[in-house]
């Protein structure tokens, strides 16, 4: 699916797409023991600001699927600034 829409969408505005920690060929995020969901999350929507940062974006149109479209959601909350819409 997600990649559909990056065939779709390339031509007509810049596009990344990335593997979270733990998916596809990268290394698990580490998170201390006994660590919650939360923070957790946050850490990935920490890691996803990095991402952006690294490419210069000031504000990002995102798309998730299952798990990514959770950070998704969670990063247009803690971000609002940063985001244009998420799908």
Do not use: C, K, N, W
């Not at 007509?12 to 923070?39: E, H, M």
């Not at 957790?40 to 890691?47: G, K, L, N, S």
């Amino acid at each position: 699916i997600i990649r559909d829409l990056v065939r779709l969408s390339s031509d007509t505005v810049p596009v990344i797409l990335y593997d979270q920690r733990g998916s596809g060929r990268s290394a698990s995020l580490a998170s201390p023991v006994g660590a919650d969901i939360d923070s957790t999350m946050r850490a990935y929507v920490e890691e996803l600001r990095t991402v952006l940062r690294h490419f210069g974006v000031e504000r990002a149109h995102l798309v998730g699927h299952s798990f990514g479209a959770a950070i998704a959601i969670r990063f247009a909350q803690t971000f609002p600034d940063l985001t244009g819409s998420f799908h």
